[in-house]
């Protein structure tokens, strides 16, 4: 069910993103054949991605489908630029033929650029290690697919479908050959908006400083946000888990499993309760049932749906845990056996006083912690065991042997092996028949010692060669790289993992460890600095690998700096949106800002390429300039005024078709939310400040390139 559920949801996403992202379009365009012309490129982007998804032996799974869900809204921009700039000639008077054939010609190497840009930022997460390269792999090569599908669209459907679908402009002068080249007047907001762009271009100073402290204010940020791994699903199930002291009966351990059954269905969210004792089937696919003894159980709760309830999980399990508290006699764990649920601590040692120690000292003191869940170690409770030492000098006066004496006992105490079980043959099935002591004759000593064990002059009474006394010690012993140790397994409750980790690690218990006594660097904790590592390689390998694109396709090494400057300015709208929603900066979350380094360069791509188009002028059918070569505040004047708009659109079809994700609509939203709300926050800020800034960063650039040509021009 959770699986149907999650596809279900996913394509539900799918659709509401992709009927957001059109609506978009019409809106701004309010032209029923140039948004069916753009909606084209959806259905006709994602089709091949299915193909290619099938090539690769990936399947429709959460992953894929959520990159699918997240870049509904990319698929369409190329689209959109290109009918966008194809509606602007349009109302220059010119034919939909001749308006596609200069606007596609005009706007061709942006399309590419962007596309590219996006295509260097997810490639490389494709190829990263790990736990968090496992989640990656599939999403990245599904973006990028997708991706590289809407640039065929866009560069080749798209103009043609426009050519021979479009209508010419109503209101366009026909009878003026210049009107061909001529704007429509512009609207309130549009100038409102170049008046404060020239005002920021021509105090350019003031306006790199004020986007540097901006920048310096959104890693500011970065300290008040939660971390974490992967935040913890709502599938609307959970488990309690229980232990009874070594040496509890099945009987015993049923009882209790009872009480905690029945404390479990008093909580109203809770619609049933499923429960292995002794060992056995969870009720859950995801988890495994309890452990194989007796004084083991496993509780599989099912819960109302997340739709149909107030509480969240946390909640739920917070009250199931207080409920609990009122049974004697057991230790309770209480959350699925999933990731963001719990946090790790792995003491190790070859000393294993030193390590129980040490290991149940920082066990009282995580107890301290505020907010957090159960405290579980793997410590093994002391069971009773019969301890039975062989007199070495009596037994080899007998002929008897350490061998036969464990033999004898382990026989008559727990039944010989499966293998040497002799079998009662019935006619479909073999029964193995298994020959011990009764219980009650194994816990009495006397009649063990009674036993006799093979000598060399006959049987003789194992308490002749032996000594046994009834004692305690380990139920199981765990190693690691052959040293023992302990776990420590903390419940989150409503804690974040990075934070809970950090304030763990500062307890004394764990900052003053005996010699000898060591932290092992196992579990969630791990794997989340792990994933910042490589979310830090990733975000350098796509920075360079958009750097290197750019220079590509310009020719240049200094403008694509230009582009990148945007970047920065991504980060506070996606930290404040983090912050203001309490999400934590975790695996979901970093996606969305990887994401995020991509689609912000599509913006800066449109007004760079075409400030530097309109510094070198346009050329008409007939190689003559139709449009002379502007100076470069101009230039950047009329970039900023034919680009805003379709900057804009992008950027509210991009969030629109986020929308359905970041309201966590369909299915579960605890991974897609996060990375929604990053990528829309981002967006907000970016596209606000760089129709503001780029401009500005593009004449320092460019006064610094014409510093560098005067300098070489000197001297060569």
Sequence with gaps: QPVAENFRGSMELLYEGAVLAVLVVWLFLRDWRATLVATAALPLSVIPTFLGLHYFGYTLNTVTLLSLALVVGVLVDDAIVEIENIERHLRMGKTPYQAAMDAADEIGMAVIATTFALVAVFLPTAFMGGIPGLFFKQFGWTAVLA?????????????????YILKPHKNASQADAKAAYREAPDGWLMSRYMTTMRW???????????????????????????????????????????ELPPGSTLSETKAVAEQTRLAAISVPEVKGVFSSIGGGSSGDAFAPGAAAEARRAVLTLTTSHRNDRDASMADIETRLRAKLADIPGARFTVGPPDSGVKMQLVLKSDDPVALLASARKAERELRTLEGVGNISSSASLVRPEIIVRPDSARAADLGVTAASIGETVRVATAGDYDTSLPKLNLSERQVPIRVKLPDAVRADLAAIERLTVPGKNGPVMLGTVATLSMESGPAQIDRLNRSRNVTLDVELGQRQLGDLNEEARALPSLRNL???????????????????????????????CIYGVLVLLFHDFMQPLTIL????????????????????????????????????????ILLVDYAILAREGHLGPDGQPTVAPLARFEALVDACHKRSRPIVMTSIAMGAGMLP????????????????ITVIGGLVTSTLLSLLVVPAVFTYIDDFKYLIKRTVGKHY
């Design 565 to 604: 400057a945007a970047l920065p300015l991504s980060a506070g709208g996606a930290f404040v949106a983090l912050l203001i929603t309490g999400r934590a900066l975790s695996m979901p979350s970093m996606i969305g800002l990887i994401m995020l380094m991509g689609i912000v360069t599509k913006n800066s």
């Design 514 to 544: 005996p010699p000898g006594v060591s932290i092992a660097e196992l579990g969630d904790a791990q794997e989340m600095q792990a994933l910042f590592a490589s979310f830090g390689i990733a975000m350098l390998i796509g920075v360079l």
């Design 200 to 242: 920021c271009l021509r105090h350019r100073a003031i306006t790199i400083s004020g986007a540097a402290l901006f920048f310096v204010a959104s890693l500011s940020v970065i300290p008040l946000l939660p971390t974490g791994f992967v935040p913890a699903a709502d599938r609307g199930q959970t488990q309690i888990t229980l």
């Design 661 to 676: 994700l970041a309201f966590g609509l369909g299915a579960d939203p605890s991974f897609r939310s996060p990375m929604a």
């Design 147 to 163: 991706i590289l599908a809407s640039l065929v669209v866009a560069r080749l459907l798209t103009p043609m479908m426009a050519a």
